[in-house]
Protein backbone atom coordinates (compact mmCIF):
# COMPACT_ATOMS: atom_id res chain seq x y z
CA UNK A 1 0.00 0.00 0.00
CA UNK A 2 1.38 3.32 -1.08
CA UNK A 3 1.36 6.00 1.30
CA UNK A 4 -1.31 8.30 -0.78
CA UNK A 5 -4.69 7.29 -2.42
CA UNK A 6 -7.27 9.47 -5.38
CA UNK A 7 -10.17 11.56 -2.99
CA UNK A 8 -12.31 13.73 -4.71
CA UNK A 9 -12.55 16.69 -2.32
CA UNK A 10 -14.92 19.48 -2.20
CA UNK A 11 -13.98 22.75 -1.12
CA UNK A 12 -16.80 25.00 0.74
CA UNK A 13 -16.33 28.49 -0.04
CA UNK A 14 -15.86 27.89 -3.45
CA UNK A 15 -18.10 24.55 -4.17
CA UNK A 16 -15.36 23.59 -6.57
CA UNK A 17 -14.87 19.83 -6.28
CA UNK A 18 -11.54 18.32 -7.56
CA UNK A 19 -9.70 14.88 -7.16
CA UNK A 20 -6.22 14.94 -5.49
CA UNK A 21 -3.73 12.49 -3.96
CA UNK A 22 -4.05 12.41 -0.72
CA UNK A 23 -2.70 11.07 2.44
CA UNK A 24 -4.21 7.90 3.48
CA UNK A 25 -5.92 8.34 7.02
CA UNK A 26 -4.87 6.65 9.55
CA UNK A 27 -7.38 4.45 11.82
CA UNK A 28 -7.74 5.95 16.00
CA UNK A 29 -8.78 3.78 18.34
CA UNK A 30 -12.27 1.78 17.85
CA UNK A 31 -11.46 2.74 14.17
CA UNK A 32 -11.03 1.10 11.03
CA UNK A 33 -9.27 1.58 7.40
CA UNK A 34 -11.39 0.31 5.02
CA UNK A 35 -10.77 0.03 0.99
CA UNK A 36 -13.48 1.20 -0.36
CA UNK A 37 -15.11 -0.98 -3.59
CA UNK A 38 -18.24 1.25 -4.06
CA UNK A 39 -19.98 4.14 -3.40
CA UNK A 40 -23.05 5.80 -4.56
CA UNK A 41 -23.80 9.55 -5.77
CA UNK A 42 -26.58 10.44 -3.57
CA UNK A 43 -29.32 13.30 -4.04
CA UNK A 44 -27.74 14.83 -0.39
CA UNK A 45 -24.52 14.98 -1.88
CA UNK A 46 -25.50 16.88 -4.88
CA UNK A 47 -27.24 19.59 -1.75
CA UNK A 48 -23.84 20.38 -0.51
CA UNK A 49 -22.47 21.00 -3.70
CA UNK A 50 -25.66 23.43 -4.64
CA UNK A 51 -25.33 24.92 -1.04
CA UNK A 52 -28.70 23.58 -0.08
CA UNK A 53 -26.39 22.04 3.01
CA UNK A 54 -24.45 24.25 4.52
CA UNK A 55 -20.77 22.67 4.31
CA UNK A 56 -19.72 21.83 7.97
CA UNK A 57 -15.86 21.78 6.82
CA UNK A 58 -13.85 24.05 4.45
CA UNK A 59 -13.02 20.85 2.79
CA UNK A 60 -14.30 17.20 2.66
CA UNK A 61 -14.38 14.20 1.05
CA UNK A 62 -17.70 13.00 -0.35
CA UNK A 63 -19.87 10.39 -0.44
CA UNK A 64 -21.37 8.24 2.10
CA UNK A 65 -23.10 5.32 0.70
CA UNK A 66 -20.17 2.57 0.68
CA UNK A 67 -19.13 -1.04 0.95
CA UNK A 68 -15.47 -2.32 1.13
CA UNK A 69 -13.29 -4.58 2.84
CA UNK A 70 -11.21 -3.93 6.29
CA UNK A 71 -7.64 -3.33 5.38
CA UNK A 72 -6.43 -2.12 9.19
CA UNK A 73 -7.60 -2.13 12.48
CA UNK A 74 -6.94 0.98 15.17
CA UNK A 75 -6.55 0.28 18.54
CA UNK A 76 -9.03 -1.68 20.95
CA UNK A 77 -10.91 -3.04 17.64
CA UNK A 78 -12.37 -6.54 18.43
CA UNK A 79 -14.50 -8.89 16.29
CA UNK A 80 -13.39 -7.78 13.41
CA UNK A 81 -10.31 -9.00 11.22
CA UNK A 82 -8.44 -7.63 7.81
CA UNK A 83 -10.11 -9.04 5.09
CA UNK A 84 -13.77 -8.76 6.47
CA UNK A 85 -16.24 -7.14 3.64
CA UNK A 86 -18.36 -4.12 5.28
CA UNK A 87 -20.48 -1.28 5.29
CA UNK A 88 -19.72 1.73 7.08
CA UNK A 89 -22.63 3.73 8.67
CA UNK A 90 -22.57 6.81 7.49
CA UNK A 91 -22.97 8.48 11.02
CA UNK A 92 -20.96 8.63 13.86
CA UNK A 93 -22.47 9.79 17.45
CA UNK A 94 -20.90 13.27 18.63
CA UNK A 95 -20.49 11.55 22.47
CA UNK A 96 -21.31 14.93 23.76
CA UNK A 97 -25.68 15.08 24.15
CA UNK A 98 -27.23 14.36 26.90
CA UNK A 99 -28.42 10.55 24.74
CA UNK A 100 -24.84 10.06 24.07
CA UNK A 101 -23.73 10.80 27.62
CA UNK A 102 -26.60 8.11 28.91
CA UNK A 103 -25.22 5.47 26.59
CA UNK A 104 -27.68 5.67 23.27
CA UNK A 105 -25.59 6.40 21.07
CA UNK A 106 -27.76 5.26 18.15
CA UNK A 107 -30.27 7.99 18.88
CA UNK A 108 -27.42 10.81 19.54
CA UNK A 109 -29.35 14.20 19.05
CA UNK A 110 -26.01 15.74 16.67
CA UNK A 111 -25.40 13.04 15.02
CA UNK A 112 -21.90 13.57 12.52
CA UNK A 113 -22.76 12.60 9.35
CA UNK A 114 -20.34 10.73 7.16
CA UNK A 115 -19.07 13.33 4.26
CA UNK A 116 -20.70 16.48 6.00
CA UNK A 117 -18.85 16.37 9.20
CA UNK A 118 -16.27 13.86 8.27
CA UNK A 119 -14.57 12.66 5.29
CA UNK A 120 -16.65 10.26 3.16
CA UNK A 121 -15.81 7.67 0.32
CA UNK A 122 -15.34 8.88 -2.87
CA UNK A 123 -11.88 7.98 -2.24
CA UNK A 124 -9.89 4.48 -2.30
CA UNK A 125 -9.71 4.58 1.17
CA UNK A 126 -12.14 5.36 3.88
CA UNK A 127 -12.19 5.32 8.05
CA UNK A 128 -15.05 4.32 9.93
CA UNK A 129 -15.69 3.59 13.38
CA UNK A 130 -16.01 0.13 14.13
CA UNK A 131 -19.13 0.16 16.23
CA UNK A 132 -21.24 1.04 13.17
CA UNK A 133 -20.01 -1.29 10.77
CA UNK A 134 -22.15 -3.94 9.28
CA UNK A 135 -21.09 -7.23 8.24
CA UNK A 136 -21.37 -8.04 4.32
CA UNK A 137 -22.83 -11.88 4.11
CA UNK A 138 -20.72 -13.72 1.40
CA UNK A 139 -23.97 -13.85 -1.06
CA UNK A 140 -24.73 -10.41 -1.23
CA UNK A 141 -22.88 -8.45 -4.23
CA UNK A 142 -20.54 -5.36 -2.95
CA UNK A 143 -22.40 -3.12 -5.30
CA UNK A 144 -25.76 -3.77 -3.60
CA UNK A 145 -24.74 -3.43 -0.46
CA UNK A 146 -23.61 -0.14 -0.40
CA UNK A 147 -26.59 1.49 -1.68
CA UNK A 148 -27.66 0.31 1.76
CA UNK A 149 -26.21 2.37 3.39
CA UNK A 150 -28.77 5.31 2.41
CA UNK A 151 -30.24 4.74 -0.57
CA UNK A 152 -32.17 1.45 1.12
CA UNK A 153 -32.18 2.15 4.65
CA UNK A 154 -33.28 5.25 4.92
CA UNK A 155 -36.46 3.80 3.24
CA UNK A 156 -36.64 0.89 5.55
CA UNK A 157 -36.81 3.59 8.33
CA UNK A 158 -39.21 5.72 6.67
CA UNK A 159 -41.34 2.73 6.03
CA UNK A 160 -40.98 0.61 9.50
CA UNK A 161 -39.94 3.21 12.06
CA UNK A 162 -41.69 6.48 11.19
CA UNK A 163 -44.24 5.24 9.12
CA UNK A 164 -45.01 2.28 11.23
CA UNK A 165 -46.61 0.63 7.61
CA UNK A 166 -48.63 -2.28 8.70
CA UNK A 167 -50.45 -5.48 6.60
CA UNK A 168 -53.33 -3.50 5.01
CA UNK A 169 -52.43 0.07 4.91
CA UNK A 170 -53.52 1.97 1.72
CA UNK A 171 -49.64 3.48 0.76
CA UNK A 172 -48.67 6.21 -1.71
CA UNK A 173 -45.67 7.30 -2.57
CA UNK A 174 -44.85 10.49 -4.47
CA UNK A 175 -41.25 10.88 -6.04
CA UNK A 176 -40.09 7.12 -8.02
CA UNK A 177 -36.35 8.34 -7.69
CA UNK A 178 -34.28 5.93 -5.58
CA UNK A 179 -35.75 6.78 -2.16
CA UNK A 180 -39.87 6.37 -3.61
CA UNK A 181 -38.75 3.02 -5.41
CA UNK A 182 -37.37 1.21 -2.43
CA UNK A 183 -40.19 2.61 -0.19
CA UNK A 184 -42.80 0.69 -2.80
CA UNK A 185 -40.48 -2.19 -2.41
CA UNK A 186 -40.25 -2.14 1.61
CA UNK A 187 -43.86 -1.02 2.02
CA UNK A 188 -44.95 -4.28 -0.07
CA UNK A 189 -42.64 -6.18 2.35
CA UNK A 190 -44.53 -4.43 5.04
CA UNK A 191 -47.60 -5.48 4.13
CA UNK A 192 -48.91 -2.49 2.33
CA UNK A 193 -52.13 -2.81 0.54
CA UNK A 194 -52.83 -1.19 -2.28
CA UNK A 195 -49.48 0.92 -2.96
CA UNK A 196 -49.73 3.84 -5.45
CA UNK A 197 -46.86 5.32 -6.87
CA UNK A 198 -47.12 8.85 -8.26
CA UNK A 199 -44.81 10.59 -10.40
CA UNK A 200 -44.45 13.07 -13.75
CA UNK A 201 -42.05 10.89 -14.88
CA UNK A 202 -43.69 7.74 -17.24
CA UNK A 203 -40.59 5.56 -16.83
CA UNK A 204 -40.25 6.07 -13.50
CA UNK A 205 -43.80 5.22 -13.18
CA UNK A 206 -43.86 1.90 -15.46
CA UNK A 207 -40.72 0.88 -13.06
CA UNK A 208 -42.52 1.37 -9.53
CA UNK A 209 -45.16 -1.06 -11.09
CA UNK A 210 -42.71 -3.76 -12.16
CA UNK A 211 -41.24 -3.67 -7.69
CA UNK A 212 -44.36 -3.67 -6.19
CA UNK A 213 -46.84 -1.03 -6.90
CA UNK A 214 -50.40 -1.95 -7.62
CA UNK A 215 -51.59 1.58 -9.22
CA UNK A 216 -49.46 4.19 -10.94
CA UNK A 217 -50.70 7.46 -11.13
CA UNK A 218 -49.09 11.11 -12.58
CA UNK A 219 -49.21 13.36 -9.75
CA UNK A 220 -50.18 16.17 -12.21
CA UNK A 221 -53.28 14.69 -13.45
CA UNK A 222 -56.29 16.67 -13.20
CA UNK A 223 -58.48 13.67 -11.88
CA UNK A 224 -55.95 12.17 -9.62
CA UNK A 225 -58.38 12.13 -6.08
CA UNK A 226 -61.18 10.64 -8.24
CA UNK A 227 -58.20 7.93 -9.08
CA UNK A 228 -57.53 7.10 -5.28
CA UNK A 229 -60.19 7.34 -4.06
CA UNK A 230 -61.37 4.43 -6.71
CA UNK A 231 -58.14 2.51 -5.96
CA UNK A 232 -58.54 2.64 -2.45
CA UNK A 233 -62.96 1.62 -2.11
CA UNK A 234 -62.80 5.18 -1.35
CA UNK A 235 -60.71 4.78 1.98
CA UNK A 236 -57.96 7.18 0.61
CA UNK A 237 -54.53 6.87 2.04
CA UNK A 238 -53.42 5.54 5.49
CA UNK A 239 -49.81 6.60 5.00
CA UNK A 240 -47.93 8.56 2.37
CA UNK A 241 -44.39 9.07 1.90
CA UNK A 242 -43.15 12.49 0.11
CA UNK A 243 -40.12 11.73 -1.59
CA UNK A 244 -39.67 14.88 -3.18
CA UNK A 245 -40.31 17.26 -0.20
CA UNK A 246 -41.46 20.18 -2.20
CA UNK A 247 -44.76 22.07 -1.30
CA UNK A 248 -46.85 20.91 -4.35
CA UNK A 249 -46.31 17.68 -3.39
CA UNK A 250 -46.59 17.91 0.34
CA UNK A 251 -49.95 19.48 -0.29
CA UNK A 252 -51.20 16.20 -2.16
CA UNK A 253 -50.06 14.04 0.24
CA UNK A 254 -51.60 15.58 2.98
CA UNK A 255 -55.21 16.09 0.56
CA UNK A 256 -55.01 12.37 0.05
CA UNK A 257 -55.34 11.46 3.65
CA UNK A 258 -57.44 9.41 5.11
CA UNK A 259 -58.81 10.15 8.99
CA UNK A 260 -55.72 9.42 11.27
CA UNK A 261 -53.92 9.15 8.14
CA UNK A 262 -49.91 9.94 8.11
CA UNK A 263 -47.38 11.76 5.67
CA UNK A 264 -43.66 10.77 6.32
CA UNK A 265 -42.08 13.41 4.82
CA UNK A 266 -38.52 11.93 2.97
CA UNK A 267 -37.26 14.58 0.35
CA UNK A 268 -36.38 18.28 1.25
CA UNK A 269 -35.87 21.45 0.02
CA UNK A 270 -36.39 24.91 1.47
CA UNK A 271 -39.35 25.39 0.19
CA UNK A 272 -42.15 26.50 2.96
CA UNK A 273 -44.61 23.67 3.89
CA UNK A 274 -47.99 24.76 3.28
CA UNK A 275 -49.97 22.25 4.49
CA UNK A 276 -54.01 23.69 3.68
CA UNK A 277 -56.32 25.05 6.98
CA UNK A 278 -56.61 23.66 10.27
CA UNK A 279 -60.01 22.94 10.28
CA UNK A 280 -59.79 19.62 7.74
CA UNK A 281 -56.37 18.89 9.08
CA UNK A 282 -57.51 18.51 12.69
CA UNK A 283 -60.74 17.53 12.44
CA UNK A 284 -59.45 14.67 10.50
CA UNK A 285 -56.91 13.98 12.93
CA UNK A 286 -53.86 13.83 9.88
CA UNK A 287 -50.33 14.11 10.75
CA UNK A 288 -47.19 14.80 9.03
CA UNK A 289 -43.61 13.50 10.36
CA UNK A 290 -40.51 14.18 9.04
CA UNK A 291 -37.98 11.54 8.30
CA UNK A 292 -34.26 11.04 7.98
CA UNK A 293 -31.70 8.56 7.64
CA UNK A 294 -31.71 5.11 9.38
CA UNK A 295 -29.94 3.19 12.88
CA UNK A 296 -27.31 0.53 11.63
CA UNK A 297 -28.95 -2.28 12.78
CA UNK A 298 -31.24 -1.34 9.95
CA UNK A 299 -28.42 -2.22 7.83
CA UNK A 300 -28.08 -5.51 8.98
CA UNK A 301 -31.70 -6.68 9.03
CA UNK A 302 -31.60 -5.20 5.24
CA UNK A 303 -28.20 -7.27 4.45
CA UNK A 304 -30.08 -9.85 5.50
CA UNK A 305 -32.94 -10.02 3.07
CA UNK A 306 -31.04 -9.16 0.37
CA UNK A 307 -28.82 -12.63 1.68
CA UNK A 308 -32.46 -14.80 1.62
CA UNK A 309 -33.51 -12.57 -1.67
CA UNK A 310 -36.44 -11.17 0.45
CA UNK A 311 -34.99 -7.84 -1.28
CA UNK A 312 -34.45 -7.56 -4.84
CA UNK A 313 -32.10 -4.21 -5.66
CA UNK A 314 -31.02 -6.13 -9.51
CA UNK A 315 -32.55 -3.09 -10.98
CA UNK A 316 -31.10 0.00 -8.39
CA UNK A 317 -27.37 -0.35 -9.70
CA UNK A 318 -28.18 2.03 -12.58
CA UNK A 319 -24.50 2.66 -13.56
CA UNK A 320 -20.76 2.50 -12.02
CA UNK A 321 -18.63 5.10 -13.13
CA UNK A 322 -14.96 5.74 -12.81
CA UNK A 323 -13.76 8.01 -9.69
CA UNK A 324 -12.36 10.34 -12.19
CA UNK A 325 -15.42 10.50 -14.06
CA UNK A 326 -17.13 12.07 -10.67
CA UNK A 327 -18.22 15.21 -11.94
CA UNK A 328 -20.06 13.48 -15.00
CA UNK A 329 -21.54 11.42 -12.52
CA UNK A 330 -23.17 14.08 -10.35
CA UNK A 331 -24.22 16.37 -13.58
CA UNK A 332 -26.11 12.80 -14.67
CA UNK A 333 -28.12 12.66 -11.17
CA UNK A 334 -28.52 16.52 -11.46
CA UNK A 335 -30.42 16.06 -14.56
CA UNK A 336 -31.69 12.63 -14.28
CA UNK A 337 -30.24 11.30 -17.45
CA UNK A 338 -31.60 7.62 -17.90
CA UNK A 339 -33.61 8.27 -14.18
CA UNK A 340 -31.14 6.26 -12.06
CA UNK A 341 -31.80 4.65 -8.97
CA UNK A 342 -28.09 5.34 -7.79
CA UNK A 343 -25.07 5.51 -10.05
CA UNK A 344 -22.08 3.83 -8.31
CA UNK A 345 -18.17 5.10 -7.99
CA UNK A 346 -15.48 2.79 -8.34
CA UNK A 347 -12.77 4.37 -7.28
CA UNK A 348 -10.25 1.58 -8.58
CA UNK A 349 -11.52 1.86 -12.34
Known amino acids: ?77 TGWEEGDR ?22 CLNLQLMAFAYDGAWAQYTVANAAGLTRVPDEV ?11 VSTPFGAVVRTG ?18 H ?24 RALRHGADFAFRSDDPDLFDKLAKATGGRMID ?32 QDMNLGNFTEFNLKSKQVLGHIGYKSQDIAMLAEMLKYKRLDLSESVSDVISLKDITKGIE ?18
Open 86 to 107: VIPSAGRPCMKCRRCRRGDFTN
Open 332 to 349: RLEKHEGNPIRILVDPWA
Open 1 to 77: MSDTMLAERFYGDTKKITLEEIPIPEPGPGQVLIKVAYCGICHSDLSLISGAFPPQLPVVTQGHEASGTIVKLGAGV
Open 164 to 181: KVHPGNAVAVWGLGGVGT
Open 239 to 270: VAFDAVGISATLRQAVASLDNYGKVVVVGMSA
Open 141 to 151: DMKEAAILADA
Open 183 to 206: IVQLARLAGAVPIIALDVNDFTLE
